[in-house]
T-cell receptor, first 117, second 112 residues
Framework: GAVVSQHPSRVICKSGTSVKIECRSL??????MFWYRQFPKQSLMLMAT?????????EQGVEKDKFLINHASLTLSTLTVTSAHPEDSSFYIC?????????????FGSGTRLTVV | DQQVKQNSPSLSVQEGRISILNCDYT??????FLWYKKYPAEGPTFLIS?????DKNEDGRFTVFLNKSAKHLSLHIVPSQPGDSAVYFC???????????FGQGTRLTINP
């Protein structure tokens, strides 16, 4: 089945620094990747949709200059949280989509717990 | 505007009995619905889905029912097992390969 690898699983960084999270589709080509954010006991909120080779589409209220998304290849998308602040602390999850796998549901990475101190 | 709602934040069921998780939606244009299971600090895993042209889909112990007129879907798990204890999210999408809209999740606890 489709496998999505997300790295790192946990990261602690100092306020003002930047953090990069990687999302890789291991055994399929992901035409579209999605980035979600989950606050404790809340739903997964879509942050942005990225298509390989084009600019990401951000959801309303998400700062694109703060959350930089790059989808340079069909197997890799990255999310960079720039100038991180404590309020950016959250659980970030990526998912990957390819038409052949849609009927099995989107495949999610294992998530990244970001803590900004 | 919460387009997909799971109004029960938690549900407790005895092992062996049926678990019923509910989900309501407001956007009548949604044409595909999915259920995911999530453990803490992990990504969601796909459970079962249903197209809007159907009213029922079954896969082993899991059955999803869709009532389009009521804009309501439910996930039935029978018999419930301790390993089913997790947070369950319903999600909806407008068409293939488009973004998922998630409900708030329901924490299911199966008691021995």
């Amino acid at each position: 089945g489709a496998v999505v690898s997300q790295h790192p699983s946990r990261v602690i960084c100092k306020s003002g620094t930047s953090v990069k999270i990687e999302c890789r589709s291991l055994d399929f080509q992901a035409t579209t990747m999605f980035w979600y954010r989950q606050f404790p006991k809340q739903s997964l909120m879509l942050m942005a949709t990225s298509n390989e080779g084009s600019k990401a589409t951000y959801e309303q209220g998400v700062e694109k200059d703060k959350f930089l998304i790059n989808h340079a290849s069909l197997t890799l998308s990255t999310l960079t949280v720039t100038s991180a602040h404590p309020e950016d602390s959250s659980f970030y999850i990526c998912s990957a989509s390819a038409p052949a796998f849609f009927r099995d549901g989107y495949t999610f990475g294992s998530g990244t717990r970001l803590t900004v101190v | 505007d919460q387009q997909v709602k799971q109004n029960s934040p938690s549900l407790s069921v005895q092992e062996g009995r049926i678990s019923i998780l509910n989900c309501d939606y407001t956007n009548s244009m949604f044409d595909y619905f999915l259920w995911y299971k999530k453990y803490p600090a992990e990504g969601p895993t796909f459970l079962i889905s249903i197209s809007s042209i159907k009213d029922k889909n079954e896969d082993g112990r899991f059955t999803v029912f869709l009532n389009k007129s009521a804009k309501h879907l439910s996930l039935h798990i029978v018999p419930s097992q301790p390993g089913d204890s997790a947070v369950y999210f319903c999600a909806a999408t407008l068409n293939e390969a488009q973004k998922l809209v998630f409900g708030q999740g329901t924490r299911l606890t199966i008691n021995p």
